[in-house]
Protein backbone atom coordinates (compact mmCIF):
# COMPACT_ATOMS: atom_id res chain seq x y z
CA UNK A 1 0.00 0.00 0.00
CA UNK A 2 1.15 3.37 -0.61
CA UNK A 3 -0.15 6.74 1.44
CA UNK A 4 -0.47 9.65 -1.37
CA UNK A 5 -2.90 12.75 -0.94
CA UNK A 6 -4.98 13.77 -4.12
CA UNK A 7 -6.12 17.11 -4.31
CA UNK A 8 -10.25 16.19 -5.87
CA UNK A 9 -12.51 19.00 -6.38
CA UNK A 10 -10.38 21.70 -4.76
CA UNK A 11 -10.01 19.35 -1.41
CA UNK A 12 -7.04 17.40 -0.04
CA UNK A 13 -7.93 13.92 0.20
CA UNK A 14 -5.50 11.47 1.69
CA UNK A 15 -5.90 7.93 0.56
CA UNK A 16 -3.98 4.59 1.40
CA UNK A 17 -4.37 2.67 -2.02
CA UNK A 18 -1.99 0.03 -4.42
CA UNK A 19 0.28 2.27 -6.04
CA UNK A 20 -1.05 0.86 -9.24
CA UNK A 21 -4.35 1.31 -8.61
CA UNK A 22 -6.64 3.08 -10.99
CA UNK A 23 -7.55 6.63 -9.86
CA UNK A 24 -11.33 5.11 -10.97
CA UNK A 25 -11.67 2.76 -8.35
CA UNK A 26 -9.76 4.70 -6.00
CA UNK A 27 -12.22 7.80 -6.47
CA UNK A 28 -14.97 4.89 -6.49
CA UNK A 29 -14.25 2.77 -3.57
CA UNK A 30 -12.15 5.05 -1.46
CA UNK A 31 -13.49 8.60 -1.82
CA UNK A 32 -17.08 7.28 -2.12
CA UNK A 33 -17.52 9.82 -5.72
CA UNK A 34 -19.14 7.25 -7.45
CA UNK A 35 -20.02 9.45 -10.20
CA UNK A 36 -16.98 8.73 -12.02
CA UNK A 37 -18.31 5.72 -13.91
CA UNK A 38 -16.77 1.99 -14.84
CA UNK A 39 -17.36 1.31 -18.07
CA UNK A 40 -15.12 -0.89 -20.21
CA UNK A 41 -11.92 -0.35 -17.86
CA UNK A 42 -9.78 -0.39 -20.83
CA UNK A 43 -9.58 3.27 -21.91
CA UNK A 44 -11.84 2.98 -24.60
CA UNK A 45 -15.41 4.23 -23.96
CA UNK A 46 -14.87 7.68 -21.70
CA UNK A 47 -17.76 6.50 -18.99
CA UNK A 48 -14.49 7.19 -16.43
CA UNK A 49 -13.44 10.43 -17.60
CA UNK A 50 -12.44 13.42 -15.25
CA UNK A 51 -10.47 16.25 -15.68
CA UNK A 52 -6.67 16.33 -14.86
CA UNK A 53 -5.44 19.92 -14.43
CA UNK A 54 -8.41 20.50 -17.33
CA UNK A 55 -7.56 18.11 -19.45
CA UNK A 56 -9.86 15.08 -19.79
CA UNK A 57 -8.20 11.67 -18.85
CA UNK A 58 -9.23 8.22 -18.88
CA UNK A 59 -9.49 7.37 -14.62
CA UNK A 60 -9.26 3.38 -15.25
CA UNK A 61 -6.32 3.63 -17.20
CA UNK A 62 -4.77 6.61 -14.73
CA UNK A 63 -2.64 4.91 -11.48
CA UNK A 64 -4.16 6.91 -8.56
CA UNK A 65 -0.56 7.51 -6.97
CA UNK A 66 0.55 9.16 -10.51
CA UNK A 67 -2.11 12.13 -10.09
CA UNK A 68 -0.57 13.46 -7.02
CA UNK A 69 -0.12 17.18 -7.89
CA UNK A 70 -2.75 17.37 -10.56
CA UNK A 71 -6.17 18.96 -9.93
CA UNK A 72 -8.80 16.40 -10.40
CA UNK A 73 -12.23 17.61 -11.11
CA UNK A 74 -15.11 15.03 -11.07
CA UNK A 75 -18.71 15.39 -11.79
CA UNK A 76 -19.13 16.11 -8.37
CA UNK A 77 -16.79 19.36 -8.38
CA UNK A 78 -18.95 20.89 -11.51
CA UNK A 79 -21.84 22.25 -9.60
CA UNK A 80 -21.49 25.31 -7.44
CA UNK A 81 -23.26 25.89 -3.88
CA UNK A 82 -26.14 24.35 -5.24
CA UNK A 83 -26.06 25.78 -8.69
CA UNK A 84 -25.56 23.45 -11.61
CA UNK A 85 -22.57 24.14 -14.22
CA UNK A 86 -24.15 25.23 -17.22
CA UNK A 87 -23.14 22.00 -18.83
CA UNK A 88 -24.72 20.15 -16.41
CA UNK A 89 -27.73 22.21 -17.17
CA UNK A 90 -27.94 22.88 -20.47
CA UNK A 91 -27.84 18.21 -20.34
CA UNK A 92 -30.63 18.35 -18.06
CA UNK A 93 -32.48 20.99 -20.64
CA UNK A 94 -31.94 19.03 -23.70
CA UNK A 95 -32.53 15.56 -21.73
CA UNK A 96 -29.32 14.42 -23.45
CA UNK A 97 -29.03 10.78 -21.70
CA UNK A 98 -30.99 7.73 -21.81
CA UNK A 99 -29.77 5.37 -18.81
CA UNK A 100 -27.42 7.82 -18.10
CA UNK A 101 -24.02 5.68 -17.75
CA UNK A 102 -22.40 7.83 -20.25
CA UNK A 103 -23.05 10.93 -18.91
CA UNK A 104 -20.70 12.02 -16.59
CA UNK A 105 -17.88 11.25 -18.87
CA UNK A 106 -19.84 13.48 -21.60
CA UNK A 107 -20.42 16.20 -19.36
CA UNK A 108 -16.78 16.59 -18.03
CA UNK A 109 -15.16 16.39 -22.07
CA UNK A 110 -17.81 19.19 -22.59
CA UNK A 111 -16.37 21.44 -20.05
CA UNK A 112 -13.06 21.20 -21.09
CA UNK A 113 -13.97 21.55 -24.41
CA UNK A 114 -15.95 25.24 -23.90
CA UNK A 115 -13.39 26.29 -21.41
CA UNK A 116 -10.63 25.84 -24.69
CA UNK A 117 -13.19 26.48 -27.74
CA UNK A 118 -15.79 28.76 -26.01
CA UNK A 119 -18.25 28.50 -28.90
CA UNK A 120 -17.23 26.02 -31.25
CA UNK A 121 -18.56 24.69 -34.34
CA UNK A 122 -20.70 21.33 -34.69
CA UNK A 123 -17.61 19.63 -36.16
CA UNK A 124 -15.48 20.58 -33.11
CA UNK A 125 -17.73 19.12 -30.45
CA UNK A 126 -18.42 15.87 -32.50
CA UNK A 127 -14.10 15.71 -33.03
CA UNK A 128 -13.69 16.48 -29.42
CA UNK A 129 -16.20 14.10 -28.00
CA UNK A 130 -15.77 11.59 -30.23
CA UNK A 131 -14.12 9.09 -27.68
CA UNK A 132 -16.87 9.30 -25.36
CA UNK A 133 -19.60 6.31 -26.04
CA UNK A 134 -23.26 6.89 -25.63
CA UNK A 135 -24.56 3.26 -25.96
CA UNK A 136 -28.10 4.48 -25.86
CA UNK A 137 -27.53 6.65 -28.93
CA UNK A 138 -28.34 9.68 -27.77
CA UNK A 139 -25.60 11.55 -29.50
CA UNK A 140 -27.43 14.17 -31.32
CA UNK A 141 -28.71 15.30 -28.11
CA UNK A 142 -25.83 15.73 -26.62
CA UNK A 143 -24.83 17.84 -29.72
CA UNK A 144 -27.68 19.90 -28.87
CA UNK A 145 -26.79 20.32 -25.15
CA UNK A 146 -22.73 20.94 -25.84
CA UNK A 147 -24.58 24.00 -27.98
CA UNK A 148 -26.60 25.45 -25.70
CA UNK A 149 -24.36 25.23 -23.12
CA UNK A 150 -22.34 27.23 -25.44
CA UNK A 151 -24.59 30.18 -25.56
CA UNK A 152 -25.16 30.13 -21.99
CA UNK A 153 -25.09 33.42 -20.16
CA UNK A 154 -23.62 32.30 -17.11
CA UNK A 155 -20.77 29.84 -18.58
CA UNK A 156 -18.10 32.51 -17.64
CA UNK A 157 -15.94 31.03 -15.44
CA UNK A 158 -18.40 28.49 -14.43
CA UNK A 159 -17.95 25.75 -17.15
S1 LIG B 1 -14.14 2.88 -18.28
FE1 LIG B 1 -12.46 4.16 -18.71
S2 LIG B 1 -12.56 4.50 -20.84
FE2 LIG B 1 -14.12 3.03 -20.45
S1 LIG C 1 -27.33 7.68 -22.04
FE1 LIG C 1 -27.01 5.53 -21.86
S2 LIG C 1 -24.97 5.29 -22.46
FE2 LIG C 1 -25.36 7.35 -22.90
Redesign the pocket.
Known sequence: MADFVLKVNGADMHVSAPPDESLLFVLRDRLNLTGTKYGCGEGQCG?CTVLLDGQPARSCITPASGATGANITTIEGLEQNGQLSPVQQAFLEEG????????SG?VLSATALLRKTPHPTEEQIVAHMDGN??????YPR?IDAVKRASQSPTKAGGQ
Do not use: K, N
Open positions: AAFQCGYCTMICRCGTI
